[in-house]
């Protein structure tokens, strides 16, 4: 009996290649999706740079403002005290002058402090043991301005400054860290289209992607930076 040889041809052969358009499309979903995870992933990492910067300046600006805090209050009161022993001297001095000893007089005047001086110069001046429109006392007077008090004064001004500039700072790290948030939700939608097989699914997924990672870009471009 006759063997019949079956001749089989190669598929390749067989018929002609056509292009796989499946295969191009998707690869082009798994581009975009690529693109979209590489963005995000360096956006991630920025804004997370960023908000550690500004949480250092937040901690420093708020420590420079204890600091300045603490230093006017001690400056006020050191001026306060100041304050208090001109009060002290002008009243013993006003109590001998009027019992008439000036040699007692003159031991309270050379113990005035410098910044005292002017003031009780200028109130001399008014006549004010006879002049009933005289000030009452060279403490009143606009020559009498202690350094401590404009100090001080300068000194609670830098602290405010200080407090405002860690605030905005606390505001610039929630606002990167916020960012970090929208970049996370654009990893995930890109994560997420390459496991859809429908297309109209992938499409939607990518925008929304697009569009969250879109919108961490532009708060970035303007967001300060440090």
């Known amino acids: ?11 390749e052969l067989e018929e002609p290649r056509r292009p796989s358009t499946g295969r191009g499309r998707e690869h082009a979903w798994e581009l975009a999706a690529t693109v979209l995870l590489a963005v995000a992933t360096l956006g991630i990492a920025y804004s ?6 500004w949480t250092g300046v937040q901690s420093e600006r708020y420590a420079q403002s204890n600091a300045a805090r603490s230093t006017a209050n001690r400056v006020a009161t050191a001026a ?36 005292f001086v002017p003031a009780f110069t200028a109130w001399l001046a008014q006549n004010p043991l006879q002049n009933p ?3 009452p006392s060279p403490l009143d007077m606009p020559q009498y301005r202690p350094a401590g ?3 001080a004064n300068q000194l609670a ?21 916020l960012t970090t948030v929208f970049f996370a939700a654009v990893l995930f ?5 390459l496991r859809f097989t429908w297309d ?10 697009t569009l969250f990672l879109g919108y961490g870009l532009a708060r970035i471009a303007t967001l300060p930076h440090h």
């Open 189 to 193: 939608f890109a994560g997420i289209s």
């Open 157 to 177: 001004h830098q602290a405010d400054q200080d407090y405002a500039a860690g605030r905005n700072a606390t505001s610039d790290t929630d606002a990167y860290v």
């Open 1 to 11: 009996m006759a063997e019949h040889v079956h001749v089989h041809l190669p598929h």
């Open 133 to 135: 429109h005289a000030v």
């Open 200 to 209: 109209a699914m992938r499409v939607a997924v990518l925008v929304l992607g």
């Open 48 to 53: 997370g740079y960023q908000a550690a910067r």
């Open 149 to 151: 008090f404009t100090r």
């Open 80 to 115: 306060g005290q100041d304050r208090l022993q001109d009060l002290l001297n002008f009243n013993r001095w006003l109590e001998v002058s009027t019992q008439g000893d000036p040699t007692l007089a003159n031991l309270y005047v050379r113990r005035f402090r410098p910044e």
